[in-house]
């Protein structure tokens, strides 16, 4: 409902200014996988250790909804690490997510900025001197907004990007972690910026369907037929939500007790 002004046109807000973040693990031999093969061909065989630890990558990704330009090749540096901690985490806001944000922010845009994740362990928002002069450094206003634990999945990386480099990603055969980081960052390059509008789209059509089903994820995302309206010019950038829907959300957020159990899990009645 944040993402729909409170009065007036009920058609989403253009979330020119939110920017969604996300890590998500890249295997170097995922859990299966098809082939074709010619009748004179041996089966592909690859060894591991173990299946509990498999050979992975985790990659961060960010994305805000802006036109994307053909972007520049960097040399990735391999470090093995136990865990994710939150210290990686800060480590990798700082040198990499905020100064990319100042890199590449359009200058025509505001510089108040909402990055939005999902509210796992290692996602807690630095509160060090250091982080939050960073955060307002160069006129900028930076500010995190977690998803409360067990919300419907709302982050456009999922609807997206993640998945159709994963799809690229494995079709390649890695034989090292180096070989796996070179093949995502292929695929990512490959990805077509053009994907963007569709899945910030296909984000508010997620969003309508969550308010439909009072807060709940038993949905699966609609099909619009993007690229088809795209190519007629008939593609709307934002959708507007039913009055009467939003009326019905409205009065069942009246209704709703939200209280929190002795381990931290919501709990929500509704009279």
């Known amino acids: 409902m944040s993402h729909v002004p409170a009065v007036g046109d009920p ?65 990735l540096e391999t470090k093995a690490i136990q865990s994710v901690t939150k210290e990686c985490i800060r480590e990798t ?34 509160k060090d001197e250091e982080f939050q002069v960073a955060c307002h450094a160069h ?9 409360p634990a067990q919300s419907p999945e709302t982050n456009v990386l999922d609807l997206g990007l993640f998945s159709v480099i994963q799809s690229l990603q494995y079709q390649s055969f890695p034989r090292n972690l180096d070989d796996l980081i070179k093949e995502v960052a292929r695929a990512f390059q490959e990805f077509d910026p053009i994907l ?41 950038q934002l959708l507007e939500v039913d009055r009467d829907l939003i009326g019905q959300v409205v009065h069942f957020l009246d209704t709703v007790t939200i209280t929190e159990d002795d381990e931290g899990h919501m709990e929500v009645d509704a009279d």
């Open 93 to 126: 806001l700082l040198t990499h997510v905020i100064l990319t944000i100042y890199e590449k922010w359009p200058q025509q845009l505001p510089k108040d900025i909402v990055i939005q994740w999902d509210n796992a362990r290692p996602h807690q928002v630095p």
């Open 196 to 236: 963007n509008k569709y899945t910030w789209i296909t984000l508010q059509s997620c969003l309508i369907k969550i308010l439909e089903k009072q807060g709940g994820n038993n949905f699966s995302p609609p099909h619009m037929k993007k690229r088809s309206l795209d190519n007629q010019g008939l593609l709307p």
């Open 11 to 75: 058609t989403f807000s253009d979330m020119q200014q939110w920017i969604h973040l996300d890590e998500k693990w890249f295997y170097i031999n995922p859990e299966t996988r098809t082939f074709y093969l010619l009748p004179t061909e041996d089966d592909p065989y690859r060894a591991q250790q173990s299946r509990r630890f498999k050979i992975k990558a985790m990659f961060m990704g960010m994305i805000a909804k802006k036109k994307s330009k053909n972007r520049d090749a960097r040399t």
């Open 139 to 147: 006129g900028f206003n930076i500010q995190f907004i977690l998803q």
